[in-house]
């Protein structure tokens, strides 16, 4: 079994930077797409950015040149960096992989999430 862990949400004043980090571990064979939703309050969730194992990205038009996704490989890991903060980013964030185990098939395994609160 594989499981995701995110870290570094926080609360950040509008205008300030957070960075996420998520973590992959367990039985893991390989990993394709990794990928960052959120979730506020009364809403739904939503994919915030997205990137495959060749490094091509994808960006929902709300954070485009302010928040950057990046991923190392090597050590399983999805890190998004979010600068410009705004109150309207305040959410859960949720890492979400496509992992396929020793022995198993590509699913989709979910992180617990980590709060982010923009706010003065």
């Known amino acids: 079994q594989a499981q995701l862990g995110e870290s570094g949400g926080g609360l950040v004043q509008p205008g300030g930077s957070l960075r996420l980090s998520c973590a992959a571990s367990g039985n893991i064979s390989d990993i394709n797409a990794m990928v960052w939703h959120r979730q506020a309050p009364g809403k739904e969730r939503e994919l915030v950015a997205g990137?495959?194992?060749?490094?091509?990205?994808n960006y929902a038009d709300f954070v485009k040149g302010r928040f950057t996704i990046s991923r190392d490989n090597a050590r399983n890991r999805v890190h998004l960096q979010m600068n410009s903060l705004e109150p309207d980013d305040t959410a859960v964030y949720y890492c979400?992989?496509?992992?396929?185990?020793?022995?198993?098939?590509?699913?989709?395994?979910w992180g617990q999430g980590t709060q982010v609160t923009v706010s003065s």
């Open positions: 979400n992989a496509r992992i396929r185990p020793f022995g198993g098939d590509f699913r989709d395994y």
């Open positions: 990137i495959n194992k060749d490094g091509s990205t």
